[in-house]
Nanobody, 115 residues
Framework: QVQFVESGGGLVQPGGSLRLSCAASGSIFSIYTIGWYRQAPGKQREFVAHSTRGGSTNSADSVKGRFTISRDSAKNMVYLQMNSLKPEDTAVYYC?????????WGQGTQVTVSS
């Protein structure tokens, strides 16, 4: 089973930027669509953005124009560049297959946007 390890989170002021990284084990990573998800306190986990093996991307309306997903299949890595961060972006961010999270969820990486 593919395992995902997220990193790069932290505390940032509103308007700031962060770059999240997702490392995946297993060579099958390169043939699947990978997504970023997030879960804010007291809320359900939600879709943020995804990247297909062909390089096509899509993102949730709430982050469109601010977040950019990219992948390096040779390194089994997926990234999420987050700009113009808002307090409502505060959440634990996870990566997994998309649209169905086929692997167990990792620990995620905490992103806190606060002044």
């Amino acid at each position: 089973q593919v395992q995902f390890v997220e990193s790069g989170g932290g505390l940032v002021q509103p308007g700031g930027s962060l770059r999240l990284s997702c490392a995946a084990s297993g060579s099958i990573f390169s043939i699947y669509t990978i997504g970023w998800y997030r879960q804010a306190p007291g809320k359900q986990r939600e879709f943020v953005a995804h990247s297909t093996r062909g390089g096509s991307t899509n993102s949730a309306d709430s982050v469109k124009g601010r977040f950019t997903i990219s992948r390096d299949s040779a390194k089994n890595m997926v990234y999420l560049q987050m700009n113009s961060l808002k307090p409502e972006d505060t959440a634990v961010y996870y990566c997994n297959f998309y649209p169905t999270a086929l692997s167990n969820w990792g620990q995620g990486t905490q992103v806190t946007v606060s002044s």
